[in-house]
């Protein structure tokens, strides 16, 4: 999240510091507040059902055959196989049967897995209910554990080498923030706490822990901290009234109903505005704290320009920065829901009826105000930036540019500008140009 700078930010003059912290404080204060206000303490209980026993193992043998003929449909013709057929003998890992060899029939239908020789894949034992002490196996997935590791891996291996200390704060950071998701933001909206809230007051606390955690405690962090928490309330405040005004319910998909199922107390609204808010966050820091950077850079690369010239040249960053970013938000949304959309495209309701569908009307208050959250943080933050930047220069703007402005390069005449031009080549001019002492001499401490 942000922008990485090998070299640290200049110090902030112990005035704007004490500002910061006055301001910076009181709101970490009141973030760790509502957070143990809100902290779950009666988490309901798991729902109670029947848990499969599942078993490692490893596919030794797989053996196919023919199908046996399908039953006739109800119209005369006969049905399709099921396939495929045959057998898998599989040495279980774990368990009662640990060592034996197992046959399971070949998983079929929809979403079953593949497998061959030599695949580690997940056993589950079934009871028959007519005979409840005859038990059969029956292969329910692969084993992705060891890909996963290694893919996580590669992925902390490739943070760390590039970017060194800072990234080991970025991969604390990310630990950080899936601590607080499953140990208060889940937990709380579980058991019955306004999401909204409970995810407004989760953000801001991922918001302290990460940003300061990766960029380190300066001014230009705390810059980053304050836009990101003003444009969180703002996505806030645009989100509920987003949500009033298209009348969205919260179930616009099918885990949202399945949740209402489960846990009937969450409220499925709330929920959605909780999402949003969530979603939005990762994005903020990264414009946040490259708007601060980059005024904290411009400004020590020309320590002459003024407020309003560094917040321009700022914002000018900015605006690429989101013409960018909002197509990354759409396409986001986008790929996460791509198997519902194929499946509207083909239904055959006309497209403005599936553009106001609970479910795409709901896509679209996502992407609408997380983009405008976003859009309101590249001002809000770039003004704070530029405000603490210049704030402790001695003698206001209009100073700054009149004691670091260029000394004037000395006039020369015209006329022998032009004769030493358009003179013979290899021709010499007889006398230096008025202003220069000599004509062997260096230029550049008069330029």
Same mark, same amino acid.
């Given at each position: 999240?942000?922008?990485?700078?090998?070299?640290?930010?200049?110090?902030?003059?112990?005035?704007?510091?004490?500002?910061?912290?006055?301001?910076?404080? !009181?709101?970490?204060?009141?973030?760790?507040?509502?957070?143990?206000?809100?902290?779950?303490?009666?988490?309901?209980?798991?729902?109670?059902?029947?848990?499969?026993?599942?078993?490692?193992?490893?596919?030794?043998?797989?053996?196919?055959?023919?199908?046996? !003929?399908?039953?006739?449909?109800?119209?005369?013709?006969?049905?399709?196989?099921?396939?495929?057929?045959?057998?898998?003998?599989?040495?279980?890992?774990?368990?009662?049967?640990?060592?034996?060899?197992?046959?399971?029939?070949?998983?079929?239908?929809?979403?079953?897995?593949?497998?061959?020789?030599?695949?580690?894949?997940?056993?589950?034992?079934? %009871?028959?209910?007519?005979?409840?002490?005859?038990?059969?196996?029956?292969?329910?997935?692969?084993?992705?554990?060891?890909?996963?590791?290694?893919?996580?891996?590669?992925?902390?291996?490739?943070?760390?080498?590039?970017?060194?200390?800072?990234?080991?704060?970025?991969?604390?950071?990310?630990?950080?923030?899936?601590?607080?998701?499953?140990?208060?933001?889940?937990?709380?909206?579980?058991?019955?706490?306004?999401?909204?809230?409970?995810?407004?007051?989760?953000?801001?606390?991922?918001?302290?822990?990460?940003?300061?955690? %990766?960029?380190?405690?300066?001014?230009?962090?705390?810059?980053?901290?304050?836009?990101?928490?003003?444009?969180?309330?703002?996505?806030?405040?645009?989100?509920?009234?987003?949500?009033?005004?298209?009348?969205?319910?919260?179930?616009?998909?099918?885990?949202?109903?399945?949740?209402?199922?489960?846990?009937?107390?969450?409220?499925?609204?709330?929920?959605?505005?909780?999402?949003?808010?969530?979603?939005?966050?990762?994005?903020?820091?990264?414009?946040?704290?490259?708007?601060?950077?980059?005024?904290?850079?411009?400004?020590?690369?020309?320590?002459?320009?003024?407020?309003?010239?560094?917040?321009?040249?700022?914002?000018?960053?900015?605006?690429?920065?989101?013409?960018?970013?909002?197509?990354?938000?759409?396409?986001?949304?986008?790929?996460?829901?791509?198997?519902?959309?194929?499946?509207?495209?083909?239904?055959?309701?006309?497209?403005?009826?599936?553009?106001?569908?609970?479910?795409?009307?709901?896509?679209?208050?996502?992407?609408?105000?997380?983009?405008?959250?976003?859009?309101?943080?590249?001002?809000?933050?770039?003004?704070?930036?530029?405000?603490?930047? %210049?704030?402790?220069?001695?003698?206001?703007?209009?100073?700054?540019?009149?004691?670091?402005?260029?000394?004037?390069? !000395?006039?020369?005449?015209?006329?022998?500008?032009?004769?030493?031009?358009?003179?013979?080549?290899?021709?010499? !001019?007889?006398?230096?140009?008025?202003?220069?002492?000599?004509?062997?001499?260096?230029?550049?401490?008069?330029?």
């Amino acid at each position: 999240m942000g922008a990485d700078h090998t070299r640290p930010a200049p110090s902030a003059p112990p005035g704007v510091r004490r500002v910061l912290f006055a301001t910076v404080v !009181p709101l970490f204060v009141a973030t760790l507040i509502a957070a143990l206000v809100l902290w779950p303490r009666d988490t309901p209980d798991p729902v109670a059902g029947t848990d499969t026993p599942r078993y490692h193992g490893t596919v030794t043998r797989v053996v196919t055959e023919p199908c046996p !003929p399908a039953l006739e449909t109800p119209e005369g013709g006969p049905g399709e196989a099921p396939g495929p057929c045959g057998t898998v003998t599989v040495r279980v890992e774990d368990g009662p049967d640990a060592g034996q060899q197992v046959q399971t029939p070949i998983p079929a239908g929809p979403g079953a897995p593949t497998v061959a020789v030599d695949d580690e894949i997940i056993l589950v034992e079934l %009871t028959d209910p007519a005979d409840p002490t005859a038990s059969a196996y029956n292969i329910a997935e692969h084993q992705r554990g060891k890909p996963l590791i290694w893919l996580v891996a590669l992925f902390a291996a490739a943070i760390v080498a590039f970017g060194r200390w800072r990234g080991l704060a970025a991969l604390a950071g990310l630990a950080a923030s899936f601590a607080i998701l499953l140990t208060f933001v889940l937990p709380g909206i579980s058991a019955g706490s306004p999401p909204l809230l409970v995810a407004v007051v989760g953000a801001a606390l991922i918001m302290f822990v990460v940003l300061y955690l %990766t960029h380190g405690v300066t001014a230009q962090t705390s810059v980053a901290v304050l836009g990101t928490l003003g444009s969180l309330v703002l996505t806030g405040v645009l989100g509920t009234i987003a949500t009033a005004a298209t009348h969205l319910t919260g179930f616009g998909s099918e885990d949202a109903t399945t949740l209402s199922m489960y846990q009937a107390d969450v409220d499925l609204h709330g929920l959605l505005l909780a999402g949003i808010i969530i979603g939005s966050l990762g994005v903020l820091d990264d414009v946040t704290v490259t708007q601060a950077a980059t005024v904290t850079e411009l400004a020590h690369a020309n320590p002459g320009l003024s407020r309003t010239q560094l917040y321009r040249a700022a914002t000018r960053v900015g605006r690429a920065h989101i013409a960018s970013t909002v197509n990354t938000i759409v396409l986001a949304y986008a790929g996460a829901s791509l198997p519902v959309l194929l499946l509207l495209t083909a239904d055959s309701r006309a497209v403005t009826q599936l553009l106001t569908s609970e479910f795409l009307a709901q896509e679209i208050v996502r992407s609408a105000v997380a983009t405008l959250g976003l859009i309101a943080a590249v001002p809000l933050t770039t003004g704070l930036a530029a405000l603490v930047t %210049t704030a402790g220069r001695r003698g206001g703007d209009t100073a700054d540019r009149a004691a670091t402005a260029p000394t004037p390069r !000395p006039a020369t005449d015209r006329s022998e500008a032009l004769e030493a031009l358009g003179g013979p080549r290899g021709e010499t !001019p007889s006398a230096a140009p008025t202003g220069w002492s000599g004509r062997d001499r260096s230029t550049d401490t008069a330029w």
